[in-house]
T-cell receptor, first 116, second 116 residues
Framework: DARVTQTPRHKVTEMGQEVTMRCQPI?????VFWYRQTMMQGLELLAY????????DSGMPKDRFSAEMPDATLATLKIQPSEPRDSAVYFC??????????????FGSGTRLTVV | AQSVSQHNHHVILSEAASLELGCNYS??????LFWYVQYPGQHLQLLLK??????LVKGIKGFEAEFIKSKFSFNLRKPSVQWSDTAEYFC??????????????FGGGTRLMVKP
């Protein structure tokens, strides 16, 4: 089965440090999404890319978060500087919007981030 | 904007009990509908989806969901739950009409605990 690959799986860092999370979407998928999941807030959409172009990043704190797709095989989410409130599981998902019948995401295994 | 409501935040059942989880959405146009499951410590996985045709959709592991357009609902059902169904369940909707591509709006999730 095709899968979305996220690295690292776990990250513990000190407050103020830069954190970079990576995602390799499924080959052929043209949409990529970044979500953050916490117990308090649930699942929050941070960023949405289509054909590598950012379409929606309204859910992302712009002062410290940035999301990019340097190429079709890599999406990155960066936090600089990190804060304890950023501790969460960050999921990447990819999908294809070529055909309505194929809508639906495939999620990666997530990056569990702990900022101390 | 589309919103998705899952009214049951926590459900506790005994094994072999029947399950029905509610999902209602707000926008009444053409929609694609999904249920995702997240087992403890894991990522979201697609359980089933509806995009057209028979409003009764069968998914994996004995789950099914019924799309009732007049009620804006897409409830998830299983006749007899197992302990291994303990997980969080997310309903999600895609608005086909509003140029959102394949971006999904997620409900807040329902945590299901099945007692052995």
């Amino acid at each position: 089965d095709a899968r979305v690959t996220q690295t690292p799986r776990h990250k513990v860092t000190e407050m103020g440090q830069e954190v970079t999370m990576r995602c390799q979407p499924i080959l052929g998928h043209n949409t990529v999404f970044w979500y953050r999941q916490t117990m308090m807030q649930g699942l929050e959409l941070l960023a949405y890319f289509r054909n590598r172009a950012p379409l929606d990043d309204s859910g992302m704190p712009k002062d410290r978060f940035s999301a990019e797709m340097p190429d079709a095989t890599l999406a990155t989410l960066k936090i600089q500087p990190s804060e304890p409130r950023d501790s969460a599981v960050y999921f990447c998902a990819s999908g294809a919007d070529y055909s309505r019948a194929n809508y639906g995401y495939t999620f990666g295994s997530g990056t569990r981030l702990t900022v101390v | 904007a589309q919103s998705v409501s899952q009214h049951n935040h926590h459900v506790i059942l005994s094994e072999a009990a029947s399950l029905e989880l509610g999902c209602n959405y707000s926008y009444g146009g053409t929609v694609n509908l999904f249920w995702y499951v997240q087992y403890p410590g894991q990522h979201l996985q697609l359980l089933l989806k509806y995009f057209s045709g028979d409003p009764l959709v069968k998914g994996i592991k004995g789950f099914e969901a019924e799309f009732i357009k007049s009620k804006f609902s897409f409830n998830l059902r299983k006749p007899s739950v197992q302990w291994s169904d303990t997980a969080e369940y997310f309903c999600a909707v895609n608005d086909w009409d509003n140029n959102a591509g394949n971006m999904l709006t997620f409900g807040g999730g329902t945590r299901l605990m099945v007692k052995p």
